[in-house]
């Protein structure tokens, strides 16, 4: 069993910021890469920011140099800085990690439940 536990969403006012961590924990073999997706109301969900177990980063045009992505590789524990927030960032957002489980050794995807993130006046 894999297990992602998101923290840190909430309200905020436009131009503020927020960050959002993302912890797995279980049965972790390796883990390929972690990121944060999110989906507003109507939308399809979308990739935000990804980095890889190596340290590579990548971002949607919409967040580059606004939001950052760090991990702690220790604590298999991926964060989502979030910088200059506008109402259009509003939406949910999902932490994903690609690993191997214990016992499975297939490449997967896996889901936490969600965080909400609100930026509002």
């Known amino acids: 069993q894999v297990h992602l536990v998101e923290s840190g969403g909430g309200l905020v006012q436009p131009g503020g910021s927020l960050r959002v961590s993302c912890a797995a924990s279980?049965?972790?073999?390796?883990?390929?890469?972690m990121g944060w997706y999110r989906q507003a109301p109507g939308k399809q969900r979308e990739l935000v920011a990804r980095?890889?177990?190596?340290?590579?980063?990548n971002y949607s045009d919409s967040v580059k140099g606004r939001f950052t992505i760090s991990r702690d590789s220790a604590k298999n524990t991926v964060y989502l800085q979030m910088d200059s927030l506008k109402p259009e960032d509003t939406a949910v957002y999902y932490c994903?990690?690609?690993?191997?489980?214990?016992?499975?050794?297939?490449?997967?995807?896996?889901w936490g439940q969600g965080t909400q993130v609100t930026v509002s006046s």
């Open positions: 994903n990690a690609r690993l191997t489980a214990y016992g499975d050794y297939l490449l997967r995807d896996y």
């Open positions: 279980g049965s972790i073999f390796s883990i390929n890469s």
């Open positions: 980095i890889t177990s190596s340290g590579s980063t």
